[in-house]
C-alpha cells in the first residue's frame, strides 16, 4: 500500500482567512492525488483530482477559486480553503491511487476544519 | 448518477456476535467495489471486489459481491470491541478514470462486552 501523511489534522480558523493543508505521500510518488469532503453523517464526497505538474481536475459545484489545489511535486498536495466561512467547516481528506487507473485508494489522516 | 446505499446506518450488538453490513449500488460501467474501515480518520482499506460470487476472506471479515442483484456483504464474526467503526462501501466505474469513487454513508458498528 502507500503511506499517506496529512497536516494539520485540526484546525480553528475565523471566517475570512485562509486555510492550506498539505498531503504527503510518503512512499510512493503519486501523480494523482485526491480530495474528499466529509460533513457529519455523510459520505466522502470527491471534491477534485490533483495532477502533478497540471491543473487539478474539480467535481461539479466545487468552485475552484474557493478550493486551490496545488500539486508541485510527486509527493506533495496542497489544499487552500481560500476566505473560509463557516459552512466549510468539515472533514477533508485525501488519498493516493497505487498505480495509474487503480480504484484502490489510501487515504490520510484527514483535516478537521472549523471556521467560527 | 452513481449511487451506494449502506445500511443499516447503525449498529450495536456484543463481543463474539456475527454481523452483516449491506451494500447495495447504481453506477454505470461497474469496474469494483471496496470496502474500508473508518476508525477515527483515515479509512483503511478492507476489500475488492470485481466478481460476482468469490468470496474474498481476512481473518474474522470476509465479504462478496452480487453483480447481478447490485450488491454486496460484508461479514464480520467473533466481533470484537476493536471492529468498532464505521464501514464504507465505495463503487468505482471504468470511466473518470477509474479512481472516481463514490461513496456511502456508511455503517456504525458499535461492539460492546
Known amino acids: 500500500g ?6 494539520p489534522s485540526r484546525v480553528i480558523c475565523k471566517s475570512g482567512t485562509s486555510v492550506k493543508i498539505e498531503c504527503r505521500s510518503l512512499d510512493f510518488q503519486a501523480t494523482t492525488m485526491f480530495w474528499y469532503r466529509q460533513f457529519p453523517k455523510q459520505s466522502l464526497m470527491l471534491m477534485a483530482t490533483s495532477n502533478e505538474g497540471s491543473k487539478a481536475t474539480y ?7 474557493k478550493f486551490l489545489i ?47 | 448518477e452513481d449511487k451506494v446505499v449502506q445500511s443499516p446506518l447503525s449498529l450495536v450488538v456484543h463481543e463474539g456476535d456475527t454481523v452483516t453490513l449491506n451494500c447495495s449500488y447504481e453506477v ?73 469513487l463514490t461513496f456511502g454513508t456508511g455503517t456504525q458498528l458499535k461492539v460492546e462486552l
Open chain 1, 2 to 7: 502507500a503511506v499517506v501523511s496529512q497536516h
Open chain 2, 28 to 100: 454505470t460501467n461497474f469496474r469494483s467495489l471496496l470496502w474500508y474501515k473508518q476508525e477515527k480518520k483515515a479509512p483503511t482499506f478492507l476489500f475488492m471486489l470485481t466478481s460476482s460470487g468469490i468470496e474474498k476472506k481476512s481473518g474474522r471479515l470476509s465479504s462478496i459481491l452480487d453483480k447481478k442483484e447490485l450488491f454486496s456483504i460484508l461479514n464480520i464474526t467473533a466481533t470484537q470491541t476493536g471492529d468498532s467503526a464505521v464501514y464504507l462501501c465505495a463503487v468505482a466505474p471504468f470511466t473518470g478514470g477509474g479512481n472516481k
Open chain 1, 59 to 65: 467535481e461539479q459545484g466545487v468552485e475552484k477559486d
Open chain 1, 70 to 116: 496545488n500539486h508541485a511535486s510527486l509527493t506533495l498536495s496542497t489544499l487552500t480553503v481560500t476566505s473560509a466561512h463557516p459552512e466549510d467547516s468539515s472533514f477533508y481528506i485525501c488519498s493516493v491511487a497505487v498505480g495509474a487507473g487503480s480504484e484502490k485508494l489510501f487515504f490520510g489522516s484527514g483535516t478537521q476544519l472549523s471556521v467560527l
